[in-house]
Structures are given as C-alpha cells and as structure tokens.
T-cell receptor, first 112, second 114 residues
Framework: GENVEQHPSTLSVQEGDSAVIKCTYS??????FPWYKQELGKRPQLIID?????GEKKDQRIAVTLNKTAKHFSLHITETQPEDSAVYFC???????????FGKGTTLSVSS | KAGVTQTPRYLIKTRGQQVTLSCSPI?????VSWYQQTPGQGLQFLFE???????NKGNFPGRFSGRQFSNSRSEMNVSTLELGDSALYLC?????????????FGEGSRLTVL
C-alpha cells in the first residue's frame, strides 16, 4: 500500500521568512496530493491540493509542487505569519476508491 | 449545512473494556473514513466505508472494527482496549468514491485508556 514520508517533523521560522515542507510517496499510481493544516485543538482542514497532471499550483502565499518522476511533492509558504503556526500534513491517494494516506505531520512555528 | 459530527467528544475507559464511537457525515456525503491521531504518528488510516461496505482498511489489528448504516452514519468499535489505544479518533466524510477530493473532518473523539 501507499506510504508517505514527511520532513521535517518540526520547523521554526521568523515571521516573513519562507517555509518548505517535503513529502515522498511510494505508490507510483498515486495521483492526488492534498495538504491539510491543523491548528491547535482544531480539526484538519484542506489548504491546497494538486493532481498528477499539474506540476505546480499556487494560492496566494502557499504553493505546492509535484515531481512525479521522483515521487515527491512540497508545500511552500512565503511571507510567513504567526497565524501560519500549525501542524501541516501531506497526503496521497491513487485512483478513485483508494484511501487517503497521510504523512506524520510537520509542526510549523512562526515567531514574530 | 451541518459539518461532520462525532460523539462522544471525550471518554475515559480502562484496559480490557470496549468502546464505540459515532460519526454523522455531512448531509449527502456517502463516504466515511476513520483515522487515529497520536503525537508523532500523524493521521493513521483505519478504514473507509461507502454505501455500507468497507472499501479500504488500514494496518490495524482486528480489535478495531466499524460499520456504516443506510443513512451513511458510521460507528467504529475498539474491543479489549490497550493503553496504546489512547488517541484522538477522527472521522472524515466526502461525497463519494469518485475522483479523490476534499475530506471534511469532525472534531474527533478523544479516548483515554487507563
């Protein structure tokens, strides 16, 4: 089955800096790669996703890149703000009907 | 539209007991997935139900089971509880099993096993 590795497990940045979180997946059939943000005490929520027919997707200060050959994808957050502090999870799933498998998460701390 | 609702929110059990957790998905959503969240282990997939059938299963022992009812509500059961079962159990729903899309999570049921 699918296995998703996520690095780093913790990341501390200064406000205004950029943050990058990287994930690798094992199943070459995976074609859907979402990112979820979980604030302290809250439920995980989707912030951005990318499908295998797209190499990069941006939404304001966040972007996701995908390299299907290398089987890895990354989340980029620019101009970080204290409210970006949270746990971020990457995930992958293959064809319709397969489970969404998550990485172990990255705790991002943005200090002002 | 109401979100995903999980009950109970908090519960304390002792080793050897069993527990049942409930999840009501967003109206119209027919797929329900369950995840176990523990510090350092992230969101570990338990199982997914669609149209009352278990469609996918994670690598958890047989003590973990679930079911889905005709109204798409789902329950999961853990028998013979162990200390390591202490975790936040999250339920998530999505409309169907078509093209993969957003999972909508509930607030979770926090289980403590003493």
């Amino acid at each position: 089955g699918e296995n998703v590795e996520q690095h780093p497990s913790t990341l501390s940045v200064q406000e205004g800096d950029s943050a990058v979180i990287k994930c690798t997946y094992s199943d070459s059939a995976s074609n859907y790669f979402p990112w979820y943000k979980q604030e302290l005490g809250k439920r995980p929520q989707l912030i951005i996703d990318i499908r295998s027919n797209v190499g990069e997707k941006k939404d304001q200060r966040i972007a996701v890149t995908l390299n299907k050959t290398a089987k890895h994808f990354s989340l980029h957050i620019t101009e970080t703000q204290p409210e970006d502090s949270a746990v971020y999870f990457c995930a992958a799933s293959a064809e319709a009907g397969t489970a969404l498998i998550f990485g172990k998460g990255t705790t991002l701390s943005v200090s002002s | 539209k109401a979100g995903v609702t999980q009950t109970p929110r908090y519960l304390i059990k002792t080793r050897g007991q069993q527990v049942t957790l409930s999840c009501s998905p967003i109206s119209g959503h027919r797929s329900v997935s369950w995840y176990q969240q523990t510090p350092g282990q992230g969101l570990q997939f338990l199982f997914e139900y669609f149209s009352e059938t278990q469609r996918n299963k994670g690598n958890f022992p047989g003590r973990f089971s679930g079911r889905q009812f005709s109204n798409s509500r789902s329950e999961m059961n853990v028998s013979t509880l162990e200390l390591g079962d202490s975790a936040l159990y999250l339920c998530a729903s999505r409309p169907g099993q078509g093209v993969p899309g957003e999972l909508f999570f509930g607030e979770g049921s926090r289980l403590t096993v003493l």
